[in-house]
């Protein structure tokens, strides 16, 4: 069980997939600049991230493992993952409409989020079962989602500072990711006993 | 437009090209792994090989070191709780040294894994940290790679020491008032090291027999 | 592709619509790789081997790919040419590939990567579009080199660490010398964001100059006063 | 008293310079040489006037009449006769000119025939009639009007009168308090009858003893429930909210009225002025106004409607470091662009500011978000988020904190560490967030039309195109008919195409004007006179000169100068690349 | 090799399949960002941007055929709102279009004007009014200030004066200056 | 034209910023007086290089200096580093911190006021995952002599095991590593009747200052009274599930950083929460996650990574804490 709550922990604080794995930058600078919209692509990205998790562990452990095609994993698990996209999309446009005004526009680009990619293969390497995939999918997205809104409250009040021109902008967005990322590295060690 | 495209029409055709292409990628993927293949294995051997180089200087034996192990379950002493492998070195078919993996539970930073080599007489033929999570810049020195002293690493005093040379009580380093050195502000890291080797050296003297004498690739 | 149309993909490439700098894509392999200027440059080179075979597939192919599946094609040609680069590294230089790790899978869903063909090779002729994907790639690679390099000078006070991964008799070089403590936050993830915001800020504060150089008279930008620089008006 | 009284949050405690003017009695003003009656009588409302240069007016005659929901009437302040209806600037922050009645007084103070009318008598809607022609507005300031206040006439319980005056220096309801309480309470009782309220309660901060007494001298004396409350000295208990607050416990949100919560407020002087209009008949013409500061004599005078800033001030002997003259107190009022604005009913003081007195605020430094201010806003808002906001012109985000609900009282400003002018940047935020409200609505509107126009275009290109084709297939028939040639190309292309149609439709127009025997017609049109004829071919020459290409009708030329009318048509022609006048124009200082 | 391909070939006909399934059957309709965008457009109506009106522009931005910059009436403050809407970056006003100038309404010379109706015809927001022969004016509170009938007056007799302030349109303005000293 | 209001009251933030470096003093007494006047020599340098940092980079931006170094804020985050570095930290690791502290992260997002993270904190962070060794050599318990102090900030030999020692949270940690219990490790040198020896005096003078503050009204006792309440909370519960493993809450409160940061750290008032309920959550997080930090982290003392990973909730604290307003009822958006 506790090992359970320290992956999510390890995931989501310790090594946060953003700040210290550095996977998933591209979203995480570009819809970060507003509160709503960073809530909308955690949204998206923690469900497809959880579910492109268990799928590619199941593709990993029961098509590519028994037949020794360790080397398809890529291919393989980036065609599913757009695939979950595109089916998730056309899911929820069917089903709900409300929803797909909140997720539909950050779907498309989940694709290209490379955490989505990134998870299903660490947990390869990390040898995890099906329900740690899982949760460490999970935990990672959750992770994602965490530092994308806080860092879009941060930028929100960031708009009215005396930024000095050269640093205006992305520049120093990507200095306050480095905060940031120093901040979190004060959870190291938290999931020592993992 | 000749005629309108349905919902299966169009799925045919797009599953169709999609499939077309799959198989030329696929294909040349798998030819590509075809032809690395051998370098691959190589390249994964040859990496082996390299930390049981450190650990074992190669002119110790004379055995194919890795298709000659045993498994053992968990181990307390090795601080394994998974279970691990040993390597059994042998020169013209006696037994030369021993390979362990062994893992010290009480790093600064978490566990550091190790590779540890016995020989038959009781002596640490090498050590090398295989993973650790220890301070950069300040525990870090317990890997080779990594320590500033590159000609004569930290981890280097292990070599062929034994119980003779220090005795199990002064196993320990010398703020603790044992023989070993250490880094000053980082003696964490070389303690946790160090009592590792030592539980390692002494596991490995009790059951040296036991593990010589086992089927390769048998459970212990 | 004339002269002309050269110097522009070229200018873009590296400057003005740097993919690292500018365009903000492929930023996880540019700040999670730079920790030595070795593995950047290398993933970097990767990175440029798969944009061009890419967008010269993609250019070639681009009248066969139907519209609705064209993101399913264009990654799956994108993962086949990153496999193929990933087993190529696994194969032949092993200790790089357990260095960059994950990253060589990862570069299927550099945004770049896709961005560019996208944008440019599907619409191209593929001359131009392998042009392209070069030159975007060398944007990128050199903007992974000035990261590379800073961050393992102020780090580790070294340069070209790692470099007998590749090049087994050459050694690395130590510039400030042995005794030099090493800041080590240039190497954390920390030490990556502020190498890139403050390489994003000189960039800007040279193209600004460079317009006001341009302009003689620089155009009054209406800016936003700011309490402590003012006082009321009276 | 026993009264349990609430407490407001935030609020500051000041330096109250009371003593200075109100220990002199109220005099009356000597009539100014001039008096400049503004018809508008604050932002919202203006009047129109029905005066014109030359006409003598008597006092109380009304010279303006009420215009819309928030008028009302505006009287002439004293006899005399009108000189002029000029634009004059007036007394508000902008200094901008609106449109005022110039009187020169003739010195009799002759009154119009008055009519007192007991409220009783009459029904609710004509008493609110009589206040409205009376021009009785509230003193307490805003200048809104009183019958507007008092609204549907039920529903309201309590009256709040008004009589805090926690600005520092303005004396001028203390002053009336001990003087006219009889007035005050006979006003409060009417105002009280017409809202149907069953009790008045009347605020008087504690540093006004001698008001108190004088106030529960006078209520004593009265019939009517009304009690004298004796509030806690903390700026701005007086702020309409704030006083209810206290005297009552309700709290009444931005946007929400009084009556909405059974409590209405009224200043003091407010309801003076209620008493005289139905008692003694008189509209509003005068208002006592505190002058103080750097000033020799301060004190209190009972000024005319229309009084000159500059002739009032000579009553009060300005010393001579006196560098800006403040309209209202120092917390909420603002300074004078230009002495010469008169007295408006809002006018409730005159401050004479020195350097020393009332020192230059130091250059302001970032916010270090303290909370000094959010600690003082009897609001309860945030408001260096506010000004946050307002500074990076997020106004969105500042209309999301409330930012209408500052009353702009000054307390935060007054508190702030970094001296950082916050109500100013409030102030600035508020108009801008108005102006972009108006420029919405202008923008949906012109959207509204624009399609309209579209829309109709649409239709009568359809309908023209419908009722060509009717007429081309009938001459087709006829032709047909007649056997004659092939039909001609335009009639037989007309349904096909738009354009032809148009082309038909020009054609048919041609046809009916030469039926018409028009004259020549430049440019489409028709029956022009000799005379324009004239000058259109003298403009064209103009045009010419200018070098100015013909037949580019149709494009957008934005920056083409437009030439003066006929008025300056005998004029030489502006030379090529003057000025357009009417650019020159805008850069009114 | 076989087993490669027959897996893949397996997942890319499922993937294949669906996504041609799914891209006719859910194809996207209707595109709301237009409405978005032309609220934020000043409604000129100008054609300043060389598009005939507002809408026609905002479908060219949601379109990606035009750029965010090109409406003068709309100004910096237009431009900030749609690169915020957009999520692009902001840019100034790009000068090939006009020049942000202070809003001014048309006024027609009543002595000269000949009663044409040519200007009712070029205005695009019916702000013109009188027949044909008889003198027409400019409706002030409905004139957007477009300049479009400007042009068409055969007798220029149409002048665009700038709005004058009134105490109800007067605005506070930005509470400080920059006394910043350049380096 | 100068708008209403005309009249101020006779308040600057160099007044504010005054009272608190008045306020430290206390402290510092203590702490010269236990440990050494070696934090002099420190505090000089690092006052010097905040200013040298802040007028220098005001200058590259073109904007006046005077009222910048005036407001006297850089003084008070140079002595904060300095107050949490080791005393004997070599000069150049001062210099840097400082210089990081106001340059990067308090200009570089526009100066005073505007900075999102806690500049004091961010220089202590950023050198303790730069130079681990140097932020972790303490003079041993007792001190040591000023000469000694002086050789090694000005760069003398580092390598003497004998001269430093641990504090006592690295010494309790160190410790626990080993095994041993609570009760043992603190009968250890490093350690004194409640925290570190000696320490709780230094402590009882940061708390003589914070309690100024507060009486002099520059800051509300939300945060002090929130931080010290979680911590010794927390540290109670673990303390009570297992006293041989966890130190008592008495302690975590007496050692390290605690009292500076209750009463100065905690309450900077630019990059913390405003809002009351806001500077609770605030607080109460920061004494939560330094606990986690300091019981099970990889760092001897998390006050400072705990400050920074609450700077970081800050907007959306302020965000979903504001107050009622006047009139409004709560929650409720016009
Ligand atoms: C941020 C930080 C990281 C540390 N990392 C390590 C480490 O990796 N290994 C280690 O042995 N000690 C590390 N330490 C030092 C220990 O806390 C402890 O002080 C030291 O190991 C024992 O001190 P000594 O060597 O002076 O006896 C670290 C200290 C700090 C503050
Ligand atoms: C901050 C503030 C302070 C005020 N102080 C007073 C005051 O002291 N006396 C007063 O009569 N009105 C004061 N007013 C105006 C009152 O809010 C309110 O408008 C007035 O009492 C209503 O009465 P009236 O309509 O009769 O003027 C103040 C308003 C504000 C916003
Ligand atoms: C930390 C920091 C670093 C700076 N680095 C540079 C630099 O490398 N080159 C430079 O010309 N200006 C540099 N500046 C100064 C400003 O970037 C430069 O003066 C700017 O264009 C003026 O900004 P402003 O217009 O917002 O005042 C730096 C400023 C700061 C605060
Ligand atoms: C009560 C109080 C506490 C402060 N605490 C800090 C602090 O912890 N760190 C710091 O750098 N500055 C602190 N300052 C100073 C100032 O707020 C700081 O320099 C700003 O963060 C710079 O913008 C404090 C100021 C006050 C009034
Ligand atoms: S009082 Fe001034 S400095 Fe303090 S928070 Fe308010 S605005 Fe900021
Ligand atoms: S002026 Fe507005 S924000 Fe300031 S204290 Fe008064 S009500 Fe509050
Ligand atoms: S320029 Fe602006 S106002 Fe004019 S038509 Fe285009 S969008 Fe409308
Ligand atoms: S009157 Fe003229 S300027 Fe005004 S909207 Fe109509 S065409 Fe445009
Ligand atoms: S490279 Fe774009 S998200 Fe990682």
Not at chain 2, 67 to 87: C, H, S
Not at chain 4, 31 to 40: G, M, T
Not at chain 4, 238 to 267: A, M, W, Y
């Amino acid at each position: 069980m506790s090992s359970y709550i320290f992956i999510v922990i390890g995931a989501v604080l310790v090594n946060n997939v953003v700040l210290v794995r550095m996977l998933g930058l591209c979203p995480f600078m570009g819809v970060s600049k507003k509160l709503e919209t960073a809530i909308g692509m955690g949204a998206a990205t923690t469900f497809v991230l959880t579910l492109g998790a268990g799928t590619s562990y199941l593709i990993d452990r029961y098509l590519l493992q028994p037949n020794d095609l360790a080397y398809l994993r890529t291919l393989s698990f980036i065609v599913v993952i757009a695939a979950i996209v595109q089916l998730t999309e056309l899911v929820i446009h069917k089903t709900s409409p409300l929803l797909h005004r909140v997720l539909g526009i950050y779907l498309p680009l989940i694709t290209t989020n490379c955490a989505v990619l990134g998870v299903p293969l660490l947990n390869v390497g990390l040898n995890h079962n099906l329900f740690e995939s899982l949760l460490f999918g999970f935990g990672s997205s959750l992770g994602f989602t965490l530092v994308l809104v806080l860092f879009a409250g941060i930028r929100e009040r960031l708009d009215g500072a005396d930024v000095p021109a050269p640093f205006k902008g992305t520049a120093i967005a990507m200095i306050t990711a480095g905060f940031m990322s120093l901040a979190f590295m004060g959870f190291a060690g938290l999931d020592r006993f993992h | 437009m000749k005629d309108r495209y349905t919902a299966t029409r169009t799925s045919l055709r797009t599953a169709g090209i999609m499939l077309l292409f799959t198989l030329v990628f696929t294909a040349l993927m798998a030819g590509t792994y075809r032809i690395t293949a051998p370098a691959i294995e190589a390249s994964e051997l040859a990496e082996r090989m390299r930390l049981i180089n450190d650990v074992l200087p190669p002119e110790n034996y004379d055995n194919v070191l890795l298709e000659d192990f045993v498994e053992v379950g968990p181990v307390a002493e090795l601080g394994l709780d998974q279970g691990g492998r040993i390597y059994r070195a042998r020169r013209n078919g006696e037994p030369a040294a021993l390979i362990l993996e062994a893992v010290a539970p009480d790093g600064y930073a978490g566990r550091i894994r190790l590779a540890v080599g016995v020989d038959t007489g009781g002596r640490l033929t090498g050590i090398r940290v295989t993973a650790h999570r220890e301070t950069p810049g300040l525990g870090d020195y317990i890997d080779p790679k990594k320590d500033r002293e590159r000609a004569k690493p930290w981890i280097g005093q292990f070599a062929n020491i034994s119980f003779a040379e220090v005795a199990p009580e002064r196993w320990a380093v010398r703020r603790d008032g044992g023989a070993f050195a250490y880094r000053i502000g980082a003696t964490i890291s070389a303690r946790a090291v160090t009592d590792a080797a030592g539980r390692a050296l002494a596991w490995a003297n009790e059951r040296r027999d036991a593990l010589f004498a086992a089927e390769t690739g048998s459970r212990i | 592709m004339t002269l002309q149309g050269f110097r522009d993909s070229a200018f873009n490439g590296l400057w003005k619509q740097n993919p690292g700098l500018v365009q903000l894509l492929g930023l996880c392999p540019i700040l999670a790789v730079s920790s030595t200027m070795v593995n950047a440059v290398s993933l970097g080179l990767a990175t440029i081997l798969v944009m061009a075979v890419a967008n010269l597939a993609v250019s070639v192919l681009r009248n066969f790919i139907p519209y609705e599946i064209r993101i399913p094609v264009f990654i799956l040609i994108i993962a086949a040419l990153v496999t193929m680069v990933d087993l190529s590294f696994n194969a032949y230089f092993h200790e790089l590939y357990l260095v960059l790790g994950i990253f060589i899978p990862l570069i299927v869903t550099n945004c770049i990567v896709l961005a560019r063909i996208e944008a440019f090779a599907a619409k191209n002729d593929p001359l131009s579009s392998t042009l392209d994907g070069i030159l975007m790639g060398l944007g990128l690679v050199w903007v992974l080199a000035v990261l590379g390099g800073a961050r393992e000078l102020i780090g580790s006070g070294t340069l070209f660490a790692g470099i007998d991964m590749i090049f087994p008799n050459l050694a690395p070089i130590e510039v400030f010398g042995h005794d030099y403590p090493g800041f080590l936050i240039a190497i954390l993830p920390p030490g990556a964001f502020f190498a890139l915001g403050c390489l994003i800020a000189l960039f800007n504060w040279l193209n600004t100059r460079a317009t006001v150089r341009a302009h003689v008279r620089p155009k009054p930008v209406a800016e936003p006063a700011v309490v402590g620089e003012t006082s009321a008006a009276s | 008293m026993t009264k349990r009284l609430h407490r407001f949050k935030g609020g500051v405690d000041l330096d109250y310079h009371k003593a200075e003017s109100a220990g002199v009695p109220i005099r009356s003003a000597p009539l100014p040489p001039r008096l400049i009656v503004p018809l508008r009588q604050n932002a919202r409302s203006v009047a129109h006037g029905i005066v014109t240069a030359g006409e003598h007016v008597l006092k109380g005659q009304r010279i303006g009449e009420a215009e819309g929901v928030l008028g009302t009437a505006v009287h002439a302040p004293t006899s005399g006769t009108v000189i002029e209806v000029t634009e004059h600037p007036m007394a508000h922050p902008s200094g901008l000119d609106t449109h005022c009645v110039v009187i020169e007084p003739d010195g009799d103070e002759r009154w119009v025939a008055l009519e007192p009318l007991d409220h009783r008598s009459i029904d609710r809607q004509s008493a609110l009639n009589r206040l409205r022609e009376a021009g009785v507005v509230g003193l307490g300031g805003a200048a809104f009007p009183s019958h507007v206040k008092l609204g549907s006439g039920t529903g309201v319980d309590t009256v709040v009168i008004n009589g805090a005056e926690c600005e520092p220096w303005i004396t001028c309801d203390d002053r009336l308090m001990r003087e006219r309480a009889d007035q005050i309470l006979a006003g409060a009782a009417i105002l009280s009858d017409l809202i149907g309220a069953k009790r008045v309660l009347v605020g008087i901060e504690d540093n006004k003893p001698e008001a108190i007494a004088a106030m529960r001298a006078a209520a004593a004396a009265q019939a009517a429930p009304i009690e004298i409350v004796a509030i806690p000295t903390v700026y701005p208990a007086g702020g309409e909210k704030q006083l209810i607050r206290v005297l009552t416990g309700i709290e009444i949100p931005h946007g929400r009225l009084g009556t909405d919560f059974g409590v209405q407020c009224f200043n003091v002087g407010t309801a003076a002025a209620v008493h005289r209009a139905f008692a003694l008949g008189e509209p509003l013409v005068s208002r006592i106004v505190t002058l103080a500061g750097n000033v020799e004599r301060p004190g209190n005078y009972e000024v005319l409607i229309g009084t000159p800033v500059a002739s009032l001030l000579e009553l009060a002997e300005p010393r001579a470091d006196t560098d800006r003259y403040i309209l209202g107190g120092p917390m909420m009022g603002f300074a004078l662009p230009d002495l010469s604005v008169p007295v408006i009913k809002g006018t409730n003081c005159v401050l004479s500011a020195s350097p020393t007195l009332f020192p230059r605020s130091k250059p302001p430094l970032p916010c270090i978000r303290c909370g000094e201010c959010a600690r003082a806003c009897p609001a309860e808002l945030q408001p260096f988020e506010l000004y946050w906001f307002a500074h990076s012109r997020n106004f969105g985000k500042a209309q999301e904190y409330h930012l209408f609900d500052c009353i702009e009282c000054g307390c935060c400003s007054y508190v702030c560490p970094s001296h950082i002018p916050l109500v100013d940047y409030y102030r600035y935020a508020k108009s801008e967030i108005w102006a972009r409200e108006r420029e919405t609505r202008a923008a949906d509107g012109a959207r509204e039309r624009f399609e309209f126009r579209n829309f109709r275009q649409e239709r009568e290109k359809a309908e023209k195109a419908a009722k060509l084709a009717a007429k081309a297939a009938e001459t087709k028939a006829k032709l047909a008919q007649t056997e004659t040639a092939p039909a001609p190309a335009p009639t037989e292309a007309a349904p096909q195409s738009e354009d032809d149609a148009k082309r038909a439709l020009i054609a048919a127009a041609l046809e009916r004007a030469k039926q018409q025997k028009a004259a020549a017609k430049p440019k489409n049109t028709e029956d022009l006179s000799a005379a324009t004829l004239a000058e259109i071919a003298e403009i064209e020459a103009r045009r010419k000169a200018l070098g100015l290409s013909e037949g580019d009708a149709g494009d957008v030329r934005p920056a083409l100068p437009t030439l003066p009318g006929p008025t300056t048509a005998a004029t030489p022609p502006a030379p090529p690349g003057g000025d357009p006048e009417p650019l020159a124009r805008e850069d009114r200082p | 090799m076989l087993t490669a391909l027959l897996i893949m070939a397996a997942i890319a006909l499922v993937l294949g399949a669906a996504l041609g399934f799914a891209s006719i059957r859910f194809k996207v309709v209707g595109d709301p960002l237009v409405e978005k965008i032309d609220a934020i457009l000043p409604q000129t109506q100008c054609g300043q941007c060389g598009y005939p009106g507002c809408k026609p522009y905002a479908q060219a931005i949601a379109n990606g055929e035009a750029d965010i910059n090109q409406c003068p009436p709309g100004g910096e403050e237009g431009i900030r709102k749609l690169a915020d809407l957009l999520g692009r970056e902001f840019k100034p006003l790009s000068e090939e279009f006009g020049v942000e100038k202070p809003k001014a309404v048309a006024r027609i010379d009543e002595q000269t004007c000949i009663g044409c109706t040519l200007c009712i015809q070029a205005c695009p927001v019916d702000a013109i009014v009188g027949a044909a022969k008889q003198m027409h004016t400019v409706v002030e509170p409905l004139c957007t200030g477009c300049e479009l009938c400007v042009a068409p007056c055969p007798v220029d007799c149409i002048t665009m004066e700038p709005v004058a302030e009134t105490v109800e349109t007067w605005k506070w303005k930005y509470p400080v200056i920059e006394i910043r000293k350049r380096a | 034209m100068i708008q209403s209001p005309y009249i101020r009251k006779p308040a600057s933030v160099q007044r504010v910023m005054f009272t608190v470096l008045l306020a430290l003093t206390p402290g510092i007494a203590a702490y010269v007086w236990q440990v050494g006047a070696g934090i002099l020599v420190n505090l000089a340098i690092a006052s010097a290089t905040a200013v040298a940092a802040e007028a220098l980079v005001r200058r590259l931006r073109g904007r006046p200096i005077a009222p910048a170094i005036g407001d006297l804020s850089a003084l008070v985050t140079a002595w904060l580093v300095v107050l949490c570095f080791p005393p004997i930290v070599p000069w150049w690791v001062t210099v840097v911190a400082v210089t990081l502290a106001i340059a990067a992260v308090k200009h570089l997002y526009g100066g005073l006021g505007q900075n999102p993270f806690n500049p004091a904190m961010v220089a202590y962070c950023a050198m303790i995952v730069a130079f681990p060794s140097l932020m972790s050599q303490w003079p041993p318990a007792g001190g040591l002599d000023f000469a000694t102090q002086l050789d090694l900030i000005l760069g003398g030999a580092r390598n003497l095991d004998a001269i430093t020692g641990a504090t006592a949270l690295d010494a309790l940690r160190t410790g626990l590593r080993g095994a041993e219990s609570v009760d043992a490790i603190l009968r250890q040198p490093p350690f004194g009747t409640l925290g570190g020896r000696g320490w709780e005096w230094i402590a009882a003078g940061y708390l003589a200052g914070g309690l100024l503050l507060l009486a002099l009204r520059v800051i509300t006792w939300h945060m002090p009274v929130a931080f010290l309440a979680t911590l010794a909370a927390t540290a109670g519960a673990f303390w009570l599930a297992n006293p041989a493993q966890f130190a008592s809450p008495l302690f975590h409160l007496a050692s390290g950083g605690a009292m500076l940061a209750a009463f100065f750290i905690v309450t900077d008032p630019v990059s913390g929460a405003t809002t009351p309920l806001g500077k609770i959550i605030f607080a109460a997080g920061i004494g939560l996650i330094a606990y986690l930090i300091r019981a099970f982290g990889a760092f001897p003392e998390g006050i400072a990574f705990a400050v920074l990973l609450m700077n970081l909730c800050v907007p959306l604290i302020d965000m979903k804490t504001q107050p009622r307003v006047f009139g409004h009822r709560r929650g409720k958006s016009p």
